[in-house]
């Protein structure tokens, strides 16, 4: 029997700059371990997204690489930093996909401007 890999459900913009605001507010120092695990699991998906679409070639692409390829630092404020370098690297690509969109709109046929993947 041969198993196929699940598809990741399309996830839009907006779910992506919800949780980086909640991330990047001034009291998320403050909130539980488990979170910080589960917003850090979250953006790392989101950025391993958003690189998929990208050919690279901006600082914001560098840095995102450069954070999925290491991990937090020590103990449970090196989690929070990479958790908010994650949200802030995430929010600029978000930033910048929606730049080359506005750019290139007139050259591409009209699709949904909120959804990022539907592998």
Do not use: F
């Not at 690279?56 to 692409?61: F, I, L, M």
């Not at 958790?83 to 929606?98: F, G, H, I």
């Amino acid at each position: 029997m041969t198993t196929k890999a699940a598809t990741p459900a399309p996830v839009h913009a907006a779910t992506m700059r919800t949780l980086c605001v909640r991330v990047l507010t001034p009291n998320t120092y403050r909130i539980q371990g488990g979170t910080v695990q589960e917003a850090t699991a979250l953006l790392h998906g989101y950025l391993q997204l958003l690189l998929c679409e990208r050919d690279g070639g901006s600082q914001a692409c560098t840095d995102a690489g450069l954070l999925l390829l290491h991990g937090p630092g020590e103990g449970r404020l090196g989690a929070w930093i990479h958790m908010r370098a994650l949200a802030r690297v995430c929010r600029v690509l978000l930033v910048e996909r929606q730049v080359s969109r506005n750019i290139s709109a007139a050259d591409r046929a009209p699709q949904d401007p909120d959804l990022v993947v539907t592998q």
